[in-house]
Structures are given as C-alpha cells and as structure tokens.
C-alpha cells in the first residue's frame, strides 16, 4: 500500500504549496504532489530526476536511503494524505513523473485525503494513458500535455488514440502543448484535428527553464494562439523562483 514518491531533500517526499504555475488555473493557490516515474523520456524534461535514475540524477546521490532497488522513495497512502493536509490547501495538483502510472495507490491515498477534508484535484499528465474510472470519479481536472517530436519519445508511445480520444471528450480536460518553434504549433494543429480536440481547450507554453528563454518564444507563441483560437499559458514558477525543485 505504497506510492513511489520524488524527493526533494533526504527521506521528505516532495510536496509543497505553490501557486499553479501553469495552464487553466494558473495562480491559484495549491499544494503539489510530485510522483516518480515515468513511461516516456522528453529530451527537455524539467523532473528527469523523478525518472532517470542513474547519473547526475541519481536520486541517492543526495544521500537518500531507499526502500526499492530501482531507487524510488515509496510512502504510505494514507501518510501522504497527512502530508498534503498538513498545507492546509484546498487544492491538489498530482504531477510526477507520469502520475496515471500509479492510479490504484492515487485512488487509496486521495480516499485518506477526502475523510479529511473537502479538496479539488489536478493531474498534469503526459496524456498517453487513459484514467481508470475510480481515478476519473476523485478527479476535477486533467491538464493534458501531449508530447510532440520535439520531445524525442517515439510517436506511438506518447500519442496514444484512445487516451486523447478520452481527455477530448472530458470536459475538464485542459491540452497544455510545449512548443518551442512554429513548426512544433503545425504539429499542434495536425494532432488537434486528428483527435478532435478543442481549440478552446488547447494551451500552448513554451519549452523553457529561464524567463528569457520564455518571453522570447512567447512573443511568437501569442501570435499563432490568435491565429489559432488557442490560449497561451506561462511558466509563473520560472518567473518567481527559476527551475527550482519544490517551487
Ligand atoms: C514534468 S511534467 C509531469 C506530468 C506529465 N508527465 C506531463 O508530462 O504532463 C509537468 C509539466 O511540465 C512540462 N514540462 C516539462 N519540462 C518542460 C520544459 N523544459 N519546458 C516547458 N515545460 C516543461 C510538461 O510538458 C508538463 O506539462
Ligand atoms: N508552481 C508550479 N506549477 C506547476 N504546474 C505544473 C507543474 C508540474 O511540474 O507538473 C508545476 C510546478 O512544478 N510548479
Ligand atoms: S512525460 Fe512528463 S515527466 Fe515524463 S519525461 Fe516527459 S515531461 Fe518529464
Ligand atoms: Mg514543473
């Protein structure tokens, strides 16, 4: 009765309170839930150390004892929930890594959250798995981030038909695209009318781990949103305090 769980500093799992930073709830107020693992492998991503654990982003490098020989912190359900309530937040975003990849123990653990009190919860995914119903019944919103070539992963494992098919009929499902060229918004139009996704439910941000890097792809961004009938959303973490774990 475990979820594998990122760290942050030796034996504390990682989950703080953060205004979202990101997509349709950008500024509200929230506490996140960072899960290990994942079943794609972006060139660019920005928690490779929830996942890709060998290198500079052994995650024991830091010291940390594990209970699992794949180097994963793993934590019980129901102290998770303690440990998100302790932020005294109403709102939970479940991030990772790729959170869908362990939706039995999400289930248990947001059963322990909700006998404590009432919560509203968010799961970013990579939107290449489709949530059982248990999950989809504790669940109020989905941010969605389909991964385009750019990303490096194989084409038929991060587009997968009949996830986006379910997350295009959901709808509290937010498509959240990282684009870092024009070519990738093309890329963006094609997979939109493949899948029938709607453009009113479609966020393009931009790659980036800098303000620099964002303001300047965002002044090309927001002209092909206009075009496009997409929104635009920041990175408001980048801009408050860097690429910082925890933030
Ligand atoms: C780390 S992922 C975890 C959730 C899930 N695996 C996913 O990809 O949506 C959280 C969000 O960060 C985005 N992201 C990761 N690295 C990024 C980068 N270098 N620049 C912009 N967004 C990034 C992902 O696309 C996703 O929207
Ligand atoms: N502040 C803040 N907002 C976020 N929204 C999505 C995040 C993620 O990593 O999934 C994230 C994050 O890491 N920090
Ligand atoms: S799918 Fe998400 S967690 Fe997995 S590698 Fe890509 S950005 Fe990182
Ligand atoms: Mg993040």
Known sequence: MTLALATITPGKPEIFAALQGEGASIGRPCVFLRLSRCNLACTWCDTAYTWRFEGDNRPHKDGIAFDRADNQLV???AA????????????????????????PALVRMLDHLFAL??????????????????L?????????????SHSGNPRDLAIRPEALRFFAQYPKAFFKFVVATPDDVEEVAALAAEHDLPAERIFL??????PETLRARMVWIADLCLQRGYAMTD???????GDTRGT
């Not at 009190?117 to 248990?134: F, K, L, R």
């Not at 989809?136 to 385009?148: E, F, I, M």
């Not at 941000?205 to 800098?210: A, F, L, T």
């Not at 990175?235 to 305090?241: D, E, N």
Request: proline share 4%; aromatic share 6%.
């Open 75 to 77: 934590w019980e359900e």
């Open 235 to 241: 990175r408001l973490h980048i801009h408050l305090s």
């Open 205 to 210: 941000m931009s790659e980036g781990r800098d």
């Open 136 to 148: 989809a019944a504790r669940v109020g919103q989905y941010n969605v981030s389909p991964k385009l």
């Open 80 to 103: 998770v929930a303690e440990a998100i309530h302790a932020f005294g937040q109403s709102r939970l975003v479940i991030t990772g890594g790729e959170p869908l990849l362990q939706a």
């Open 117 to 134: 009190g009432d919560y509203q919860v968010e799961i970013e995914t990579n939107g290449s798995v489709v949530p059982s119903e248990a």
